[in-house]
T-cell receptor, first 113, second 117 residues
Framework: GNSVTQMEGPVTLSEEAFLTINCTYT??????LFWYVQYPGEGLQLLLK?????DKGSNKGFEATYRKETTSFHLEKGSVQVSDSAVYFC????????????FGAGTQVVVTP | GAVVSQHPSRVICKSGTSVKIECRSL??????MFWYRQFPKKSLMLMAT?????????EQGVEKDKFLINHASLTLSTLTVTSAHPEDSSFYIC?????????????FGPGTRLTVL
């Protein structure tokens, strides 16, 4: 079956620090990979995505590269802000599960001034 | 982007009562919607797939008689928690994929916080 494993949090950082959240996956078929973000009290929002190997998704200074050889999709941001404090979810869907998302456990990120 | 709404945003009810949660796609049609449950500081667990014009399909371990799903139109799905008990207290989230997207992007509602006393 499909599964997503991401690093446990919380991750606490100072403003302007470098952020990495590791995500690895196992999947049947050819997965599309996603990072979703959930700000306090809000619903999930798509942060970025990649649909095939070596694709790089990017948005709001965040980046993640679809690495098929290591089955990974690590999220990175070079300089975080307090407003980046949120829970980040790695997720995948496969061609044979249209629309269904398999989520990782989520990683809480806390950025302090 | 596409917008998905949920109503109510939070509800408190007594044990034994039923609660209905609505999920609407505001600016697109959704033949399929998904219902998730999120426990505190935990990930989202897919409960069921709501299909317009047909029965919902439930994930393993989810009681279909407990969580009734009706996809009444191309823009509305409802989740009814029947005879709610305190263990049903949770954050319920719906999502809808937009058609024609090759990467299966989904848009999520803001969630409904259910508290059963």
């Amino acid at each position: 079956g499909n599964s997503v494993t991401q690093m446990e949090g919380p991750v606490t950082l100072s403003e302007e620090a470098f952020l990495t959240i590791n995500c690895t996956y196992t999947a049947t078929g050819y997965p599309s990979l996603f990072w979703y973000v959930q700000y306090p009290g809000e619903g999930l929002q798509l942060l970025l995505k990649a649909t095939k190997a070596d694709d790089k998704g990017s948005n709001k200074g965040f980046e993640a590269t679809y690495r098929k050889e290591t089955t990974s999709f690590h999220l990175e941001k070079g300089s975080v802000q307090v407003s980046d404090s949120a829970v980040y979810f790695c997720a995948l869907s496969t061609t044979d599960s249209w629309g269904k998302l398999q989520f990782g456990a989520g990683t809480q990120v806390v950025v302090t001034p | 982007g596409a917008v998905v709404s949920q109503h109510p945003s939070r509800v408190i009810c007594k044990s034994g009562t039923s609660v209905k949660i609505e999920c609407r796609s505001l600016d697109f049609q959704a033949t399929t919607m998904f219902w998730y449950r999120q426990f505190p500081k935990k990930s989202l667990m897919l409960m069921a797939t709501s299909n317009e014009g047909s029965k919902a399909t439930y994930e393993q371990g989810v009681e279909k008689d407990k969580f009734l799903i009706n996809h009444a139109s191309l823009t509305l799905s409802t989740l009814t928690v029947t005879s709610a008990h305190p263990e049903d207290s949770s954050f319920y989230i719906c999502s809808a994929p937009t058609s024609g997207r090759i990467y299966n992007e989904q848009f999520f509602g803001p969630g409904t916080r259910l508290t059963v006393l």
